[in-house]
């Protein structure tokens, strides 16, 4: 186990410092090597030699993790441009010296966990471009100088090889090697010339020895590599002895950083680091290490630290000569650093010393309060984490429990999980420079009036999500952080809080981030959001909020979002929707994240998406959507990077799938995870349970032609329709208005100008006695200059019998005018003479000269009996009826002048 846990940070190392793709990070099981960019990875696929099938190309090879015996070079051979190989964690029993002459641009080797035993100067005598070698866990035994050719060599792993020395060469040797890893050896003494083979190596700048169980250290053991920066002895059990050796040899070197991790150092003493006094030490890790006591003064000798970690340790009393001297110190680590079963004492002035001190973690800490001097003498603190912590002082905050922190400059505190109940008013009035405020995780119960956050000024984060839906809110409750960018609420408040008049959020000017969800809301305001112009990322989810969206709510949908133009992400899943208004989402064009699963959506409105142009992520997971049709779903897919739609029951029909999965066959810029197996048909039953991938829109082809028939017939017949009933309805009107635009054009005759000189009169009228009212008001107003009727009572010829003065007039008439009355039709002085003698004067004239005017539904059987006239026998034209609407009455006079403007053309 021991070994296990000094190897852990090893591979860490190896992994961090590894250029390029290495095996740190577990892949799936795969079945070929997969080849990109020129990087072949042929790992874990029990091999048992090496594919000879590879593109030439390639400049990466792994083979790790398979059953090779061995490497021949000419099995690499067809892969000369090769610089970095690994064939770990195989069975190699051996490093054949023609490797590198097949290899000659090879710079990273990796043969760590095989069975190589012996490794000789031969072997890698002509790798003179390596500059990484990890021979790690291979039991190796040296001869000779190995590593004497290796002048570029950078990194040389050795560790868990059963070393009984840490002399690797007796030439100096490797003038560029930067870390050396000797971790998991055996020897336990280092001699003064283990590493004279270093002498010339200036550049070495780590070494680790981590789970060497080393004893002693001869006097000048560390010289020849007196660059050194960073050692690492974690699990090195050393005695006190051997550790004052150690400091001791260090104290000669460059040293920055010192991880003296699981060592088992229960005490720290005045005397333990006081070796390392003239040192350049900034870093020191002492983790894990169980650590109980630390007498005052222990870091004394080391004025140049910046960085402590005392974290996973049982310290049991801090006081105020603990840290004394450490007075560059910049960072304090002691997550979990105090014994649990003892709430442990932080005395006051404890961090007095630590002036430089920026950042102190705390993080799963107890003690047994935080008193009115415990941060005294911080004057440089920004950071302060307390999370997870048990302080008995941070149940109830008051305006005493954090004034030790009154001069620091302290800009993020974290309180999460320190099981807060309460926060009185003005509790974090010292922290003027305050910006980031982590209370998540809390047992908060309390109405927020804003007094909390008095003093806040600065504040631009507020965290307080996770606190059991026990927060209540008032309009005022922050106005005392006017700069807040940050709010998250997320199960905290109570179904009510947010239905407020003002809405507390309204001071809120700057705020970019809101997050409400988790709180089982069901009523918010229209202007819940007034005044947010700023907000970015809005957070309401597994809320219940589905009946403000529906269009039967009382007093209508609720349109909350429309104060909000800049939302670039939009969380609303699991609110139970099942609507979305017309107007719900307009004005959004910068959204860019819509997140709307796991709810009951249907059918979609279609122009819901219209302003939705910027949209890059679209997740409708998990609704009750049948179809994706274009009027709705166009032009939010325009510009998609990744579309979740999976789980909804599609209705593979051409209606309402054909659109989507063409889409999804042409598309090439968005990503759509689980289209093959996640997008199932649920209706038609010949499609039950397919991916909507099998859906073939080839059938849908067939289709075309009778659609565009039922297009083309319901066209057609709309149209029939549309003019029946125009014409049945305003034909009169339609052409009214085309006479006025004829006549305008063309004037009202069509008579030759000669043809008018004949006569006197444009049209003699016949009408019955009882008529002449009618005439008198209806025919007379028309006559003027260009328009003269022939009245018998009113034209009759003075001195002349009664016949002889009508014949007279009808030769004088250009037109003979009949008002057509059963009145008419009975006067027999009309029918047997008048009439008689007009149509015998047209028939003689050989000219179409009658007009018709029907002032009733007269049959044409008793037209033609009593004036000897067929409706047929005229023009069209020249039959008028005189209509019962007032309206058409214009229109009745102007047909009336036209008729009376034809020429008396020969009749047919």
Known sequence: MNALNCLLPTMIIICCLMPGPHNCVALPRKTSCHVHDSIADCSHLSLSAVPQNLPSNIISLDLSHNRLKSIPPVSLSPYPGLC????????????????CQALPLLQTLNMGHNQVHVLKKEDVNHCTNLTWLIMASNKLKL???????????????????????????????????????????????LMKDDFLFLNNSSSLL?????????????????????????????????????????CSELSATTIEALYLRKMKLAKLTNATFKALQNTNLTYLDMSHNDMVNIENGSFLWLSRLQTLVLSDNKIKQLNKNTFQGLKSLKKLQMTKAFVKKDAPTIGH???????????????????????????????????????????????????????????????????????IAQIDPQSFSVLRNLTTLLLDYNFIKQILTGKEFEGLDQV???????????????????????NLRVLTLRKSLTAEAVNLDPSPFSPLTNLTFLDLSNNNIANIREDMLKGLANLKVLKLQHNNIARLWKSANLGGPVLFLKHTPRLVTLQMDSNGLDEIPAEALRGLGNLRNLNLSSNLFNRLKDTIFDDLDSLRVLNLQKNLITAVRPEVFKTPLANLSLLVMDKNPFDCTCETMLWFVTWLNETNMTHVPGLRDQYLCNTPLAYFNRSIMEFDPLSCKDMTPFQTLYILSSTAVVMLMVTAFVVRYQGWRILFYWNILINRTLGFSDAHVAEGWEFKYDAYIIHAEQDSSWVERRLSPLENDKCKFCLEDRDALPGMSQPASILDNMKKSRKILFVVTETLLRDPWCTRFIAQHAIHRDIEANRDSVILVFLQDVHDYKLSRSLYLRRGMLRPCCILDWP???ERVPAFHQKLLMALGMTNRLMD
């Open 460 to 482: 631009e984060e507020i965290y307080m999500s996770n606190n059991q839906q026990t927060v209540h809110l008032k309009s005022t409750s922050f106005v005392n952080v006017p």
């Open 884 to 886: 019962v609407h007032k």
């Open 143 to 189: 001869q000779g100088e190995p590593f004497s050719a290796l002048q570029r060599l950078q990194v040389l792993d050795v560790s868990l090889n059963k070393l009984q020395s840490a002399k690797l060469g007796t030439q100096i040797q490797l003038p560029n090697l930067v870390s050396l890893n000797l971790a998991l050896n055996d020897f336990t003494t």
């Open 84 to 99: 970095r190989l690994s064939v770990s964690h195989n069975s190699i029993t051996k490093l054949d010296p023609g490797l």
């Open 349 to 419: 002035f404890s961090f007095q010393p630590l002036s430089a001190l920026e950042s102190l973690i705390l993080q799963r800490t107890a003690a047994q309060e935080i008193t009115e001097h415990t941060f005294t003498g911080l004057t440089s603190l920004k950071e302060l984490d307390m999370s997870w912590s048990s302080y008995s002082s941070l149940r109830n905050i008051n305006s005493k429990t954090l004034v030790s922190l009154a001069g620091s400059p302290l800009r993020r505190l974290n309180l999460t999980g320190t099981a």
């Open 206 to 246: 780590v070494l680790n020895m981590s789970c060497v169980p080393l004893k002693t250290l001869e006097s000048g053991s560390f010289k020849p590599i007196s660059g050194l920066r960073t050692l690492i002895m974690d699990g090195s059990n050393m005695d006190t002895q051997g550790f004052s050796e150690l």
